[in-house]
């Protein structure tokens, strides 16, 4: 965390648990939060090119990159977690790859649910 200082200037503090569990939930929650932003962001950035009257861009991942989309919690429901190409996904979810796929459906705090359609949990299984 960034603490301001009398004088302007601004140290680093870091107030982490120690214990790795406590590091993990704390881990899971940033992911998670981070993904709202980044549905926030892409809601946000359809919003503008709809008014200036551009298309809206398809978010697509490296070639060859197996990935996933991960729906954001929308009030007491829990995140869901979509097969690139499923119908129930859109194109403007950003990218998750096969670590962070499997991250979102073990997150002890905020589970994601897998797509009863596209079963990417037995995709994630695979190995």
Do not use: F
Not at 17 to 27: C, S, T
Not at 41 to 48: D, G, L, M, N, Y
Not at 72 to 80: A, L, V
């Amino acid at each position: 965390m960034l603490v301001y200082q009398r004088g302007a200037s601004i140290e680093h503090m870091s107030e982490l648990p120690p214990d790795l569990p406590r590091l993990r939930v704390i881990e899971t929650h940033l992911r998670l939060q981070l993904a709202e932003v980044q549905q926030a962001i892409a809601t946000a950035e359809r919003k503008a090119q709809r008014e200036a009257g551009r298309p809206l861009p398809r978010i697509q991942p490296p070639a060859g990159m197996e990935w996933w989309r991960l729906e954001p919690i929308q009030g007491d429901r829990m995140p869901i977690l979509h097969r690139h190409g499923c119908p129930g996904s859109t194109e403007q979810m950003s990218p998750l790859n096969r670590g962070a796929a499997r991250d979102s459906l073990a997150n002890p705090a905020y589970p994601a649910t897998p797509c009863p359609r596209c079963r990417p949990d037995l995709a994630l299984r695979e190995d």
